[in-house]
Each structure stands twice: as structure tokens, then as C-alpha cells.
């Protein structure tokens, strides 16, 4: 299959090429490995050397930076940043406008709300949800818990 290489200006002025992905036609940089059964928004951007498996979407403005790893079955929601060697397990969720940080990882099934920002190399476990507006709790000892 021939693909159209469309050459895209940053901000300093460097020329970055990038093809678009059969499905959605998002832009997919040189060396990014993203299944054709996924989905990526035309004005989305996969970066050289990420990896995007099979049944994914990603939507909208959404920027997934190099060497960042998303799984199966994934949803991305709008505006999403996903830093450079970043790691998502199959079946996360990620809402609309939520950052996660270099190095992070977010295990399998974990949805985040929109708005959510995961730090650089954090690490959330399966099947946990958060939010960036989701206060901690206080527990009876006067301690606080992340919630």
C-alpha cells in the first residue's frame, strides 16, 4: 500500500513527516506502529516510534508523543497528551482533555475522568479510577488518602 508522506512545520521550525492512518486518517509519524483496526482522529497526532494496538480510538486533537505505548481496546478521549514513553493498558479509558505525563503507566481497565493530569512516572494499577477534581479523603485518624 503506497502512503502520502505530508510534511507538518513545528513551532522552531523543524519539518516533521508523517503519513495518514487508513482509518480516521490521523497523523502518524515515521516508525509509529498503530493496528489499522484503530481509529485516529484526522486532526490527531501519533509520533515516531509509539506503538497504538488493535481496537483503539483516539480522538480529536489528541497527541500521543514518541515511544509511548497504548494498548487494545483503548479510548482517548479529545486533547489528550500521552508523553513520550508513556504506557496504557488495554481497556483504559482516558477523558477529554487529561495529560499524562513521560514515563507514566496506567494499568489495564483504569478510566480517568477528563480533565485528569497522571505526573511523569506515576504508576496507577488496574481497575482504578481517577479524577484531577477528586479530592483526598480524610480517614478517621486524621490521615489523608488519595482517593
Known amino acids: 500500500m503506497s502512503r502520502k508522506i505530508e510534511t507538518v512545520e513545528d513551532d522552531a ?3 516533521i513527516s508523517y503519513h495518514r492512518h487508513p482509518n480516521g486518517g ?3 509519524g515515521r516508525g509509529a506502529e498503530v493496528d489499522e483496526s484503530s481509529f485516529i482522529s484526522p486532526t490527531a497526532y501519533v509520533e515516531a516510534g ?5 481496537g483503539c480510538r483516539v480522538g480529536g486533537g489528541s497527541w500521543i508523543d514518541r515511544r509511548a505505548r497504548v494498548g487494545h481496546k483503548v479510548v482517548i478521549g479529545d486533547a489528550v497528551y500521552v508523553g513520550q514513553g508513556a504506557v ?3 481497556r483504559a479509558r482516558i477523558g477529554s482533555h487529561s495529560k499524562i505525563g513521560a514515563g507514566a503507566v496506567i494499568g489495564h481497565g483504569v478510566r480517568l475522568h477528563g480533565d485528569s493530569k497522571v505526573a511523569h512516572g506515576i504508576r496507577l494499577p488496574a481497575r482504578t479510577g481517577a479524577s484531577a477534581s477528586t479530592p483526598p479523603r480524610s480517614l478517621p485518624d486524621g490521615n489523608r488518602q488519595a482517593a
Do not use: E, P, S
Open 50 to 54: 509509539a506503538q497504538v494496538g488493535a
Open 13 to 15: 521550525g523543524k519539518v
Open 88 to 90: 496504557i493498558g488495554h
Open 26 to 28: 490521523g497523523l502518524i
